[in-house]
């Protein structure tokens, strides 16, 4: 996979994807809006009362969401540490984490859109304003991705050295891809 952004100049960017490519990263953002879930009312209902809803005051179980959606307060490795830290946690949550989703939520299917808009000739073209909005949707997929293989920081050379009959492999392929998308978009950005 050698398709990477470049600049447009004044913070665009532009990107040739082949198919295969722009596949794997539609599904991926198609996979990452089934973990984040539908809006409030699943999307169908009142705005004003979206508006006025309120989220979760409880953590995720799943630990990509957790990571998603983290404790505002508190020592994340000492959950149950200071009952205040928690209260306040949940009360943090509540207010912020719907937006947070539908933030998620819209940016991965801004992706999706343009994905299914790309032409034969497999360029994409992202304006100034696009290019956040794509950015926040990579670190997201490589976000989650890293956290189902549970990479950190010390292990991270580490996977450029798999072995091919490593089952986590193509799943390592689309995390260090990711993070390449991310490095030349953001260099796009600023030139």
């Given at each position: 996979?050698?398709?990477?952004?470049?600049?447009?100049?004044?913070?665009?960017?532009?990107?040739?994807?082949?198919?295969?490519?722009?596949?794997?990263?539609?599904?991926?953002?198609?996979?990452?809006?089934?973990?984040?879930?539908?809006?409030?009312?699943?999307?169908?209902?009142?705005?004003?009362?979206?508006?006025?809803?309120?989220?979760?005051?409880?953590?995720?179980?799943?630990?990509?969401?957790?990571?998603f959606f983290p404790d505002a307060y508190g020592d994340p490795e000492k959950p149950d540490d200071d009952d205040?830290?928690?209260?306040?946690?949940?009360?943090?949550?509540?207010?912020?984490?719907?937006?947070?989703?539908?933030?998620?939520?819209?940016?991965?299917?801004?992706?999706?859109?343009?994905?299914?808009?790309?032409?034969?000739?497999?360029?994409?073209?992202?304006?100034?304003?696009?290019?956040?909005?794509?950015?926040?949707?990579?670190?997201?997929?490589?976000?989650?991705?890293?956290?189902?293989?549970?990479?950190?920081?010390?292990?991270?050379?580490?996977?450029?050295?798999?072995?091919?009959?490593?089952?986590?492999?193509?799943?390592?392929?689309?995390?260090?891809?990711?993070?390449?998308?991310?490095?030349?978009?953001?260099?796009?950005?600023?030139?």
């Open positions: 996979m050698a398709g990477l952004f470049e600049s447009t100049g004044g913070g665009g960017a532009t990107i040739a994807l082949d198919e295969w490519e722009a596949s794997i990263l539609r599904s991926l953002e198609v996979q990452l809006l089934e973990l984040i879930g539908p809006g409030p009312g699943g999307g169908d209902g009142d705005p004003l009362a979206a508006l006025f809803a309120e989220g979760p005051t409880e953590a995720p179980a799943d630990p990509v969401l957790a990571r205040e830290a928690a209260a306040s946690s949940g009360e943090f949550r509540r207010f912020t984490e719907l937006d947070l989703r539908a933030r998620k939520r819209d940016d991965a299917l801004f992706v999706v859109r343009a994905l299914d808009g790309l032409g034969g000739d497999g360029v994409l073209k992202l304006g100034t304003p696009d290019c956040p909005r794509w950015l926040g949707a990579l670190n997201d997929l490589r976000l989650a991705l890293g956290v189902r293989l549970e990479v950190t920081e010390d292990d991270e050379e580490g996977l450029y050295e798999l072995p091919d009959s490593d089952e986590r492999k193509p799943l390592v392929m689309a995390y260090l891809w990711l993070g390449a998308l991310q490095e030349s978009l953001l260099e796009a950005m600023v030139d």
